[in-house]
């Protein structure tokens, strides 16, 4: 068999180590399909930014910053690898940040996590939520692939920055102290949200969400029929979603309430007679 030809991308170099080689099956399981979207579309706008303001961009749109017009696992698209990599790093630091820092908040629907008090080494701390740790991700995964950082804006380091991101971080730390009251305040007996009473029930019930079948067993449980049957659970999910705006819009009021309760008010002072 010949071996003139080779093709250009399995003779470049692969990389001898992978971006996330440490990390875990539970780091990886905590990577969403909408994180994977995110992290997909933020790697393109990224390298193609850099890759247009310094004149690099080839006709078909790809990003070009590698050697030869490859990335460093053959794709003609750098933005691909750097997606790649940024997947994996997002799902080590993700995991890291769970494993060592306090919550700071939870997402109201799910009753999930979804901020952290996050210190860096040589800073002040403050508030990482996912959208975050992937932007973390995405530039960490394109200076692994060739690209530089953009130069830092100055907004971020004046004293006003620094006093709003001060006043941001206490109150937001206060909030979620206070999340489990505004919670409980806003769903009251659950009377008012019975879809998501019924989700919540199963879900609580089951060992592994991602084959429980939760929406397919409310639906049953609520309309009887076939089991996984697609209108009885289009139902359900529109049920639940405008449960969950309602809830959601509750707790803004009460969150709110709480922020304003303590406002000095403007007193009118009497007539005298």
Same mark, same amino acid.
């Given at each position: 068999?010949?071996?003139?030809?080779?093709?250009?991308?399995?003779?470049?170099? !692969?990389?001898?180590?992978?971006?996330?080689?440490?990390?875990?099956?539970?780091?990886?399981?905590?990577?969403?399909?909408?994180?994977?979207?995110? !992290?997909?579309?933020?790697?393109?706008?990224?390298?193609?930014?850099?890759?247009?303001?310094?004149?690099?961009?080839?006709?078909?749109?790809?990003?070009? !910053?590698?050697?030869?017009?490859?990335?460093?696992?053959?794709? +003609?698209?750098?933005?691909?690898?750097?997606?790649?990599?940024?997947?994996?790093?997002?799902? %080590?630091?993700?995991?890291?940040?769970?494993?060592?820092?306090?919550?700071?908040?939870?997402?109201?629907?799910?009753?999930?996590?979804?901020?952290?008090?996050?210190?860096?080494?040589?800073?002040?701390?403050?508030?990482? +939520? %996912?959208?975050?740790?992937?932007?973390?991700?995405?530039?960490?995964?394109?200076?692994?692939?060739?690209?530089?950082?953009?130069?830092?804006?100055?907004?971020?380091?004046?004293?006003?920055?620094?006093?709003?991101?001060?006043?941001?971080?206490?109150?937001?730390?206060?909030?979620?102290?206070?999340?489990?009251?505004?919670?409980?305040?806003?769903?009251?007996?659950?009377?008012?949200?019975?879809?998501?009473?019924? !989700?919540? +029930?199963?879900?609580?019930?089951?060992?592994?969400?991602?084959?429980?079948?939760?929406?397919?067993?409310?639906?049953?449980?609520?309309?009887?029929?076939?089991?996984?049957?697609? %209108?009885?659970?289009?139902?359900?999910?529109?049920?639940?979603?405008?449960?969950?705006?309602?809830?959601?819009?509750?707790?803004?009021?009460?969150?709110?309430?709480?922020?304003?309760?303590?406002?000095?008010?403007?007193?009118?002072?009497?007539?005298?007679?």
């Amino acid at each position: 068999m010949s071996h003139a030809f080779i093709s250009p991308v399995f003779s470049r170099d !692969i990389p001898s180590t992978v971006a996330g080689e440490a990390v875990t099956a539970e780091d990886m399981a905590r990577v969403t399909e909408a994180d994977w979207s995110a !992290i997909v579309e933020s790697a393109r706008r990224y390298c193609w930014k850099l890759d247009a303001s310094r004149s690099r961009k080839r006709a078909d749109g790809s990003a070009t !910053i590698a050697r030869d017009g490859y990335g460093s696992y053959g794709h +003609d698209d750098v933005s691909d690898d750097v997606a790649q990599d940024a997947v994996l790093i997002y799902a %080590r630091r993700l995991g890291a940040i769970i494993r060592s820092c306090v919550v700071a908040s939870v997402d109201v629907a799910t009753r999930e996590p979804d901020r952290w008090q996050y210190r860096p080494q040589d800073g002040e701390m403050f508030l990482a +939520d %996912r959208a975050l740790i992937r932007k973390w991700a995405v530039k960490d995964a394109a200076r692994r692939n060739g690209y530089g950082t953009p130069k830092p804006t100055s907004e971020a380091t004046t004293p006003e920055a620094a006093e709003q991101r001060a006043r941001y971080l206490a109150s937001a730390t206060y909030f979620a102290s206070m999340a489990d009251v505004i919670f409980a305040s806003a769903w009251g007996d659950g009377s008012d949200f019975p879809t998501l009473r019924k !989700i919540m +029930d199963v879900a609580n019930g089951a060992d592994d969400l991602g084959r429980a079948g939760v929406f397919s067993t409310v639906a049953q449980q609520t309309y009887g029929g076939k089991y996984g049957s697609g %209108r009885p659970q289009r139902r359900i999910r529109d049920a639940a979603r405008a449960e969950a705006r309602e809830l959601s819009a509750r707790c803004d009021a009460i969150r709110d309430d709480f922020a304003h309760r303590d406002r000095p008010t403007k007193c009118t002072p009497e007539p005298e007679d």
